[in-house]
């Protein structure tokens, strides 16, 4: 039988490790950058820096996630079902903009225009 202890220590193994990968990919990355150019390289290292803790973060908070299930299954307790937020689409996003534009194009200054499907005045 595992202890609260064990499993602990994998998945803080398992944190350590994907810590080691990410920092082991971002000075591969770093190093691309820095010969490709010169140019803006402060600029550029702020955003891969930006980007790496990003990771880590997600990273380190998927890990505890993981770690807090398999303990609560330890426990004899249910574990907790994380989801994942939506995506905004660009399509829906693009849509939004072309509509508040036709409103904004088919009003007057007061903000009063004619509804395109009944012909009824209303104010937006």
Same mark, same amino acid.
């Given at each position: ?6 499993? @602990?220590?994998?998945?803080? =193994?398992?944190?350590?490790?994907? &810590? ?23 600029? @550029? ?8 803790? !990003? ?6 908070? =998927? ?17 907790? &079902? =994380?989801? !994942? ?8 996003? %693009? ?9 904004? &194009?088919? @009003?007057? %200054?007061?903000?009063?225009?004619? +509804? ?5 005045? +209303? !104010?937006?």
């Amino acid at each position: 039988m595992r202890t609260k202890d064990e499993v @602990t220590k994998k998945w803080m =193994y398992k944190l350590e490790e994907g &810590r080691n990968k990410i920092e082991m990919k971002y000075q591969i990355l770093t190093q691309k950058k820095k010969e490709k150019t010169e140019k803006n390289w402060e600029y @550029t290292l702020i955003k891969l820096e930006r980007s790496k803790n !990003s990771e880590l973060k997600r990273k380190e908070v =998927y890990i505890n996630r993981q770690l807090m299930n398999e303990l609560r299954a330890l426990e004899g307790k249910p574990q907790k &079902r =994380y989801k !994942s937020k939506p995506k905004l689409k660009p399509i829906h996003f %693009a849509m939004d903009i072309a509509q508040e534009n036709a409103k904004l &194009r088919d @009003t007057d %200054a007061n903000g009063n225009g004619k +509804c395109i499907s009944c012909d009824v005045l +209303c !104010s937006w």
